[in-house]
């Protein structure tokens, strides 16, 4: 059974993740979301894999949420088990060492919009949904709902967990929770295009960034400076910087 709820495919360097949760929502479980995390464990630092690709699997949505028909009979033991093991998937897709685009359509909710606000790059379709609407079925937003207030500013990210507001794709885009919206057609190549542009980079000096940026956000400004000082030093004891520059100074693709 658990092969079938996450679903990854391999293909030049790009790994392809599929959701397959309850339904044609994709809801979330408990079962999918320790394979979530199991398959992250699995390719994080796979240099088969350069880049990761997440979407829904099907056609109608990247995922409806957690399943309120399971939700509603937890236990508050049931219920800390499953957020804490939601919150591993989560911190793992961010400290992924490889890139995470998020590629979305139709509905995007609760702890699938967590999901999407974990990965580095969001690419939506002009259908996508996005909300936090747990306050509708009696439980707080809770985990990455708390990167919500520095991306789009603690005002609007209030009224969206206060009220469970759902939003469209073109409001996500404004307020900065989503880089790129395209037409339902174009999802799938411009999330290619992108994948394929982080191909051409260092796969080590992408891991090293994403681990600064994490620090960034976790950091006091001076310690993470500190820290990225630290890092950038540490680049040069691979032969990658010395690779990109020569490439970029005789106009020809870098070899990582």
């Not at 306050?135 to 005002?155: K, W, Y």
């Amino acid at each position: 059974m658990s092969e079938d709820l996450v679903k990854i495919e391999i293909k030049n360097n790009i790994g392809f993740l599929s959701l397959n949760g309850i339904r044609d929502l994709n809801l979330l479980h408990k079962d999918l979301v320790l394979e979530l995390a199991r398959v992250l464990k699995d390719i994080n630092g796979d240099p088969a894999v350069r880049v990761l690709v997440m979407k829904g699997d099907g056609e109608r949505a990247f995922s409806g949420g957690v399943d309120v028909r399971k939700m509603k009979e937890f236990s508050p033991w049931e219920a800390e088990d499953f957020i804490r093991a939601l919150h591993t998937a989560m911190k793992l897709i961010m400290t992924l060492n490889q890139p995470v685009i998020a590629s979305v359509f139709g509905p995007c909710l609760g702890g699938a919009m967590e999901i999407v606000m974990a990965a580095d790059m969001v690419i939506a379709a002009e259908d996508a949904l996005f909300g936090l609407p747990e306050i509708r079925v009696g439980v707080p937003s809770v985990i990455e709902a708390s990167l919500l207030p520095q991306v789009i500013g603690l005002s609007r990210a209030r009224e969206l967990i206060l009220t469970g507001d759902i939003i469209t794709a073109s409001e996500a885009f404004r307020l900065g929770l989503v880089n790129r919206v395209v037409s339902r057609g174009m999802l799938e190549e411009e999330t290619l295009k992108k994948a394929q542009q982080f191909l051409r980079l260092s796969p080590k000096i992408l891991s090293v960034q994403k681990d600064i940026i994490d620090k960034w956000q976790n950091l006091g400004q001076d310690q993470s400076a500190e820290y990225s000082i630290k890092a950038f030093a540490l680049c040069f004891t691979t032969a990658h910087p010395r690779e990109a520059m020569e490439a970029f100074l005789a106009k020809r693709e870098p070899e990582f």
